[in-house]
Protein backbone atom coordinates (compact mmCIF):
# COMPACT_ATOMS: atom_id res chain seq x y z
CA UNK A 1 0.00 0.00 0.00
CA UNK A 2 1.51 3.20 -0.83
CA UNK A 3 1.80 5.67 1.97
CA UNK A 4 1.59 9.40 1.27
CA UNK A 5 4.41 12.10 2.95
CA UNK A 6 1.39 14.38 3.50
CA UNK A 7 -1.71 12.69 4.64
CA UNK A 8 -3.82 15.67 3.01
CA UNK A 9 -3.56 13.36 0.07
CA UNK A 10 -4.94 10.57 0.45
CA UNK A 11 -8.50 11.78 0.63
CA UNK A 12 -7.90 13.50 -2.49
CA UNK A 13 -6.66 10.24 -3.82
CA UNK A 14 -10.28 8.80 -3.05
CA UNK A 15 -11.75 11.57 -5.08
CA UNK A 16 -9.51 11.10 -8.02
CA UNK A 17 -10.14 7.43 -7.83
CA UNK A 18 -13.42 8.00 -7.94
CA UNK A 19 -13.48 10.47 -10.45
CA UNK A 20 -15.00 12.83 -8.28
CA UNK A 21 -14.31 16.84 -9.14
CA UNK A 22 -11.88 18.51 -6.73
CA UNK A 23 -12.83 21.64 -5.07
CA UNK A 24 -10.83 25.14 -4.90
CA UNK A 25 -9.67 23.76 -1.17
CA UNK A 26 -8.20 20.49 -2.79
CA UNK A 27 -6.44 22.85 -5.35
CA UNK A 28 -5.29 25.13 -2.71
CA UNK A 29 -3.95 21.80 -0.55
CA UNK A 30 -2.27 20.60 -4.20
CA UNK A 31 -0.70 23.56 -4.25
CA UNK A 32 0.67 23.45 -0.62
CA UNK A 33 1.42 19.71 0.07
CA UNK A 34 5.10 19.10 0.87
CA UNK A 35 4.52 15.67 -1.13
CA UNK A 36 5.27 16.26 -4.78
CA UNK A 37 5.25 13.25 -5.25
CA UNK A 38 2.55 11.99 -4.35
CA UNK A 39 1.21 15.14 -6.10
CA UNK A 40 2.16 13.70 -9.23
CA UNK A 41 1.22 9.94 -8.49
CA UNK A 42 -2.54 11.64 -8.64
CA UNK A 43 -2.04 13.64 -11.14
CA UNK A 44 -0.99 10.09 -13.20
CA UNK A 45 -4.06 8.75 -12.19
CA UNK A 46 -5.95 11.05 -14.13
CA UNK A 47 -3.12 11.30 -17.41
CA UNK A 48 -3.46 7.54 -18.05
CA UNK A 49 -7.35 7.47 -17.21
CA UNK A 50 -7.33 10.08 -20.25
CA UNK A 51 -4.88 9.15 -22.36
CA UNK A 52 -2.99 5.45 -21.32
CA UNK A 53 0.21 5.84 -22.48
CA UNK A 54 0.46 7.87 -25.21
CA UNK A 55 2.58 11.10 -25.45
CA UNK A 56 2.01 13.30 -28.13
CA UNK A 57 4.37 16.09 -30.24
CA UNK A 58 3.55 18.30 -33.38
CA UNK A 59 5.83 18.75 -36.22
CA UNK A 60 5.41 22.76 -35.72
CA UNK A 61 6.88 26.15 -36.63
CA UNK A 62 6.37 29.54 -34.69
CA UNK A 63 5.77 32.79 -36.14
CA UNK A 64 6.46 35.76 -34.61
CA UNK A 65 5.51 38.59 -37.09
CA UNK A 66 6.33 41.58 -34.71
CA UNK A 67 7.94 42.35 -31.20
CA UNK A 68 5.91 46.18 -31.78
CA UNK A 69 3.27 46.59 -28.85
CA UNK A 70 0.87 48.63 -27.69
CA UNK A 71 0.88 47.69 -24.36
CA UNK A 72 3.55 47.83 -21.63
CA UNK A 73 3.23 44.18 -19.62
CA UNK A 74 5.55 43.85 -16.58
CA UNK A 75 6.38 40.44 -17.54
CA UNK A 76 6.99 40.49 -21.28
CA UNK A 77 10.68 41.21 -22.40
CA UNK A 78 9.51 40.48 -25.84
CA UNK A 79 6.90 43.48 -26.76
CA UNK A 80 8.89 46.67 -27.54
CA UNK A 81 7.63 50.49 -29.07
CA UNK A 82 8.31 51.22 -32.68
CA UNK A 83 11.45 53.38 -31.59
CA UNK A 84 13.41 51.06 -29.65
CA UNK A 85 16.78 49.45 -31.55
CA UNK A 86 15.48 46.08 -31.77
CA UNK A 87 12.10 46.60 -32.81
CA UNK A 88 11.22 44.30 -35.79
CA UNK A 89 8.13 43.99 -37.88
CA UNK A 90 8.15 41.70 -40.95
CA UNK A 91 6.19 42.06 -44.29
CA UNK A 92 3.87 39.39 -45.63
CA UNK A 93 6.36 38.28 -48.22
CA UNK A 94 8.93 38.42 -45.08
CA UNK A 95 6.42 35.89 -43.14
CA UNK A 96 5.75 34.06 -46.41
CA UNK A 97 9.43 33.09 -46.25
CA UNK A 98 9.34 32.57 -42.47
CA UNK A 99 6.89 30.01 -43.08
CA UNK A 100 8.86 28.20 -46.06
CA UNK A 101 12.12 28.18 -44.69
CA UNK A 102 11.76 25.43 -42.09
CA UNK A 103 11.32 22.02 -44.83
CA UNK A 104 9.40 23.99 -47.09
CA UNK A 105 6.86 24.58 -45.22
CA UNK A 106 6.04 20.85 -44.60
CA UNK A 107 4.94 21.05 -40.90
CA UNK A 108 1.43 20.20 -39.56
CA UNK A 109 0.81 23.76 -37.94
CA UNK A 110 2.30 27.09 -38.26
CA UNK A 111 1.79 28.95 -34.48
CA UNK A 112 1.44 32.77 -34.72
CA UNK A 113 1.45 35.04 -32.53
CA UNK A 114 3.09 38.50 -31.97
CA UNK A 115 2.87 42.08 -30.50
CA UNK A 116 -0.34 44.22 -30.90
CA UNK A 117 1.28 46.72 -33.88
CA UNK A 118 -0.36 50.62 -33.59
CA UNK A 119 0.23 50.81 -37.40
CA UNK A 120 -1.11 47.87 -39.09
CA UNK A 121 -4.79 47.31 -40.34
CA UNK A 122 -7.02 44.72 -39.99
CA UNK A 123 -6.44 44.38 -44.10
CA UNK A 124 -2.88 43.21 -43.12
CA UNK A 125 -4.06 40.14 -40.33
CA UNK A 126 -6.45 38.79 -43.16
CA UNK A 127 -4.10 38.69 -46.24
CA UNK A 128 -1.50 37.50 -43.28
CA UNK A 129 -3.49 34.07 -42.74
CA UNK A 130 -5.40 33.92 -46.61
CA UNK A 131 -1.57 34.58 -47.97
CA UNK A 132 -0.20 31.24 -45.91
CA UNK A 133 -3.53 29.18 -46.38
CA UNK A 134 -3.05 30.12 -50.06
CA UNK A 135 0.30 28.88 -50.12
CA UNK A 136 0.36 26.05 -47.55
CA UNK A 137 -3.05 24.63 -47.59
CA UNK A 138 -2.19 21.18 -45.52
CA UNK A 139 -1.25 23.67 -42.88
CA UNK A 140 -3.04 23.45 -39.65
CA UNK A 141 -3.17 27.95 -39.00
CA UNK A 142 -3.21 28.33 -35.15
CA UNK A 143 -3.13 32.16 -35.00
CA UNK A 144 -3.63 35.34 -32.85
CA UNK A 145 -4.17 35.26 -28.82
CA UNK A 146 -7.53 35.98 -27.58
CA UNK A 147 -5.31 39.63 -26.65
CA UNK A 148 -4.70 39.84 -30.10
CA UNK A 149 -8.46 39.03 -31.47
CA UNK A 150 -9.95 41.25 -29.16
CA UNK A 151 -7.40 43.90 -30.70
CA UNK A 152 -8.17 42.55 -34.08
CA UNK A 153 -11.74 43.31 -33.48
CA UNK A 154 -11.30 47.18 -32.60
CA UNK A 155 -8.99 47.48 -35.85
CA UNK A 156 -11.81 45.71 -37.89
CA UNK A 157 -14.77 48.01 -36.14
CA UNK A 158 -16.95 45.11 -35.70
CA UNK A 159 -17.89 42.52 -32.98
CA UNK A 160 -15.79 39.96 -32.68
CA UNK A 161 -17.83 37.31 -33.64
CA UNK A 162 -17.81 38.47 -37.15
CA UNK A 163 -14.17 39.28 -36.87
CA UNK A 164 -13.53 35.75 -36.07
CA UNK A 165 -15.62 34.28 -38.71
CA UNK A 166 -13.59 36.52 -41.27
CA UNK A 167 -10.41 34.95 -40.15
CA UNK A 168 -12.08 31.62 -40.42
CA UNK A 169 -13.23 32.19 -44.26
CA UNK A 170 -9.16 33.12 -44.53
CA UNK A 171 -8.22 30.19 -42.94
CA UNK A 172 -7.80 30.25 -39.43
CA UNK A 173 -7.94 26.89 -37.65
CA UNK A 174 -7.57 27.27 -34.18
CA UNK A 175 -6.40 29.75 -31.54
CA UNK A 176 -3.52 29.88 -28.96
CA UNK A 177 -3.97 30.16 -25.27
CA UNK A 178 -1.35 32.99 -24.73
CA UNK A 179 -2.58 36.29 -23.08
CA UNK A 180 -4.58 34.66 -20.19
CA UNK A 181 -1.44 35.33 -17.56
CA UNK A 182 -3.34 34.98 -14.43
CA UNK A 183 -7.25 36.27 -14.30
CA UNK A 184 -7.19 37.72 -10.67
CA UNK A 185 -7.28 41.36 -10.77
CA UNK A 186 -5.32 41.85 -8.05
CA UNK A 187 -2.39 40.07 -9.58
CA UNK A 188 -3.30 41.11 -12.90
CA UNK A 189 -3.55 44.89 -12.34
CA UNK A 190 -0.03 44.68 -11.76
CA UNK A 191 1.49 42.70 -14.34
CA UNK A 192 -0.32 43.32 -17.29
CA UNK A 193 -2.55 46.34 -16.39
CA UNK A 194 -3.28 47.82 -19.86
CA UNK A 195 -4.23 44.12 -21.72
CA UNK A 196 -7.50 42.62 -21.78
CA UNK A 197 -9.05 41.49 -18.27
CA UNK A 198 -9.22 38.00 -17.48
CA UNK A 199 -13.31 38.14 -17.90
CA UNK A 200 -12.23 39.56 -21.23
CA UNK A 201 -9.95 36.89 -22.14
CA UNK A 202 -13.08 34.08 -20.98
CA UNK A 203 -15.65 35.88 -23.53
CA UNK A 204 -12.98 35.48 -26.44
CA UNK A 205 -13.24 31.90 -25.93
CA UNK A 206 -15.74 31.69 -25.28
CA UNK A 207 -17.24 32.78 -28.29
CA UNK A 208 -14.09 31.43 -30.67
CA UNK A 209 -16.25 28.11 -29.05
CA UNK A 210 -19.34 29.32 -30.34
CA UNK A 211 -18.28 29.98 -33.82
CA UNK A 212 -16.57 26.60 -34.14
CA UNK A 213 -13.13 27.07 -33.26
CA UNK A 214 -10.95 25.04 -30.98
CA UNK A 215 -8.28 26.56 -28.47
CA UNK A 216 -6.15 26.15 -26.01
CA UNK A 217 -5.61 27.71 -22.25
CA UNK A 218 -2.34 28.78 -20.20
CA UNK A 219 -1.44 30.15 -17.18
CA UNK A 220 1.76 32.00 -16.49
CA UNK A 221 3.23 30.85 -12.99
CA UNK A 222 5.79 32.22 -10.35
CA UNK A 223 5.49 35.85 -10.92
CA UNK A 224 3.45 37.63 -8.23
CA UNK A 225 0.44 35.60 -8.30
CA UNK A 226 -0.84 33.76 -5.30
CA UNK A 227 -1.32 29.79 -4.80
CA UNK A 228 -4.97 31.08 -4.44
CA UNK A 229 -5.53 32.98 -7.83
CA UNK A 230 -3.51 29.97 -9.21
CA UNK A 231 -6.19 27.75 -8.26
CA UNK A 232 -9.25 30.27 -9.26
CA UNK A 233 -7.32 30.48 -12.80
CA UNK A 234 -7.89 26.81 -13.25
CA UNK A 235 -11.42 26.83 -11.79
CA UNK A 236 -12.44 29.60 -14.04
CA UNK A 237 -11.17 27.64 -17.29
CA UNK A 238 -12.84 24.39 -15.94
CA UNK A 239 -16.20 26.20 -15.81
CA UNK A 240 -15.64 27.40 -19.21
CA UNK A 241 -15.04 23.98 -20.82
CA UNK A 242 -18.10 23.10 -18.88
CA UNK A 243 -20.08 24.75 -20.65
CA UNK A 244 -18.35 25.03 -24.16
CA UNK A 245 -15.75 21.92 -24.51
CA UNK A 246 -14.01 24.08 -26.92
CA UNK A 247 -10.40 23.46 -25.35
CA UNK A 248 -8.27 21.17 -26.59
CA UNK A 249 -5.08 21.83 -24.12
CA UNK A 250 -4.29 23.14 -20.96
CA UNK A 251 -0.39 24.75 -21.20
CA UNK A 252 1.42 26.01 -17.65
CA UNK A 253 3.56 28.59 -18.37
CA UNK A 254 6.50 29.48 -16.34
CA UNK A 255 7.29 32.77 -16.18
CA UNK A 256 11.10 33.83 -16.94
CA UNK A 257 12.27 37.22 -15.37
CA UNK A 258 15.58 38.15 -17.10
CA UNK A 259 15.17 41.33 -19.26
CA UNK A 260 11.30 41.96 -17.65
CA UNK A 261 10.53 45.19 -15.62
CA UNK A 262 10.00 41.98 -12.39
CA UNK A 263 13.60 40.73 -12.95
CA UNK A 264 14.18 40.97 -9.37
CA UNK A 265 12.11 38.22 -9.22
CA UNK A 266 13.61 34.45 -9.20
CA UNK A 267 12.89 32.01 -12.15
CA UNK A 268 10.39 29.00 -11.22
CA UNK A 269 12.13 25.96 -9.69
CA UNK A 270 11.74 22.52 -11.31
CA UNK A 271 9.46 21.42 -8.49
CA UNK A 272 7.45 24.52 -9.18
CA UNK A 273 6.99 23.32 -12.57
CA UNK A 274 6.20 20.07 -12.33
CA UNK A 275 4.18 20.64 -9.49
CA UNK A 276 1.77 23.25 -11.95
CA UNK A 277 1.98 20.90 -14.23
CA UNK A 278 0.74 18.30 -12.08
CA UNK A 279 -2.28 20.36 -9.75
CA UNK A 280 -3.19 21.59 -13.61
CA UNK A 281 -3.84 17.90 -14.63
CA UNK A 282 -6.01 17.08 -11.76
CA UNK A 283 -8.30 20.53 -11.37
CA UNK A 284 -8.75 20.57 -14.76
CA UNK A 285 -10.88 17.07 -15.02
CA UNK A 286 -12.65 18.64 -18.38
CA UNK A 287 -9.51 18.99 -20.43
CA UNK A 288 -8.34 16.37 -22.85
CA UNK A 289 -4.73 17.21 -22.78
CA UNK A 290 -2.00 18.73 -20.44
CA UNK A 291 1.23 19.85 -22.14
CA UNK A 292 5.01 20.42 -20.91
CA UNK A 293 6.13 23.39 -23.09
CA UNK A 294 9.76 21.94 -23.23
CA UNK A 295 11.17 25.44 -24.49
CA UNK A 296 10.23 27.14 -21.04
CA UNK A 297 11.15 24.28 -18.77
CA UNK A 298 13.65 23.01 -19.94
CA UNK A 299 13.48 19.04 -22.13
CA UNK A 300 14.27 17.55 -18.92
CA UNK A 301 11.48 18.63 -16.41
CA UNK A 302 9.07 17.90 -19.61
CA UNK A 303 10.63 14.49 -19.74
CA UNK A 304 9.98 14.50 -16.10
CA UNK A 305 6.46 15.71 -16.02
CA UNK A 306 5.46 12.29 -18.45
CA UNK A 307 5.49 10.61 -15.45
CA UNK A 308 3.54 13.59 -13.23
CA UNK A 309 0.53 14.57 -15.32
CA UNK A 310 1.22 15.68 -19.08
CA UNK A 311 1.19 13.59 -22.06
CA UNK A 312 2.26 16.19 -24.52
CA UNK A 313 5.67 17.76 -25.02
CA UNK A 314 4.98 20.21 -27.65
CA UNK A 315 6.62 20.38 -30.84
CA UNK A 316 9.59 20.98 -33.19
CA UNK A 317 8.99 24.58 -32.45
CA UNK A 318 11.86 26.08 -34.65
CA UNK A 319 12.52 30.23 -33.93
CA UNK A 320 10.49 30.89 -30.79
CA UNK A 321 11.17 34.08 -29.88
CA UNK A 322 9.09 35.36 -26.95
CA UNK A 323 10.57 33.59 -24.44
CA UNK A 324 14.15 33.69 -25.49
CA UNK A 325 13.46 37.08 -25.31
CA UNK A 326 13.44 36.96 -21.21
CA UNK A 327 16.30 34.49 -21.12
CA UNK A 328 15.45 30.99 -22.02
CA UNK A 329 18.74 29.28 -22.60
CA UNK A 330 16.54 26.03 -23.98
CA UNK A 331 17.14 25.32 -28.06
CA UNK A 332 15.19 27.19 -30.57
CA UNK A 333 14.76 23.53 -32.24
CA UNK A 334 13.93 19.97 -31.16
CA UNK A 335 14.57 17.64 -34.30
CA UNK A 336 11.88 14.63 -34.28
CA UNK A 337 13.81 12.16 -33.82
CA UNK A 338 14.78 14.15 -30.22
CA UNK A 339 11.38 14.29 -28.90
CA UNK A 340 10.93 10.72 -30.07
CA UNK A 341 13.51 9.53 -28.29
CA UNK A 342 12.98 11.54 -24.77
CA UNK A 343 9.38 9.79 -24.41
CA UNK A 344 10.81 6.61 -25.48
CA UNK A 345 12.81 6.97 -22.75
CA UNK A 346 10.43 7.86 -20.14
CA UNK A 347 8.59 4.77 -20.43
CA UNK A 348 5.93 6.03 -22.84
CA UNK A 349 4.40 5.54 -26.70
CA UNK A 350 5.19 8.53 -28.69
CA UNK A 351 2.55 9.73 -30.72
CA UNK A 352 2.54 12.39 -33.73
CA UNK A 353 0.02 14.87 -33.59
CA UNK A 354 -2.11 17.54 -35.19
CA UNK A 355 -3.58 20.35 -34.05
CA UNK A 356 -6.42 19.00 -32.88
CA UNK A 357 -4.91 15.70 -31.75
CA UNK A 358 -5.53 13.51 -34.97
CA UNK A 359 -2.91 11.09 -34.95
CA UNK A 360 -1.12 11.88 -38.26
CA UNK A 361 1.35 8.87 -38.47
CA UNK A 362 2.94 5.72 -36.22
CA UNK A 363 6.36 6.36 -34.97
Known amino acids: ?19 ERLTFEDGVTLFQSPDLLGVGRLANFVRERLNGNNAYFIHNRHINPTNICIHSCQFCAFGVKADAPNAYEKSLDEIFADAEAYQGGEVSEFHIVGG ?65 EIFASRCRKKICNDKVTGEEWLEVHEIAHEVGLKSNATMLYGHLETIEERVDHLVRLRKLQDQTGGFVTFIPLAFHPENTPLDFLPSTTGQLDLRALAVSRL ?60 IREAGRIPVERDTLYEVLQPV
Open 1 to 19: MFEYLDAKLKPLEDKVLNE
Open 116 to 180: LHPDWPYRFYLDMVKGLKDRFPAVHLQAFTAVELHYLAQLAGRPLRETLIDLMDAGLGSIPGGGA
Open 283 to 342: MLDNFPHVKAFWIMITPKIAQMSLAMGTDDMDGTVVEEKIIHAAGACTDQIFHRQTIVDM
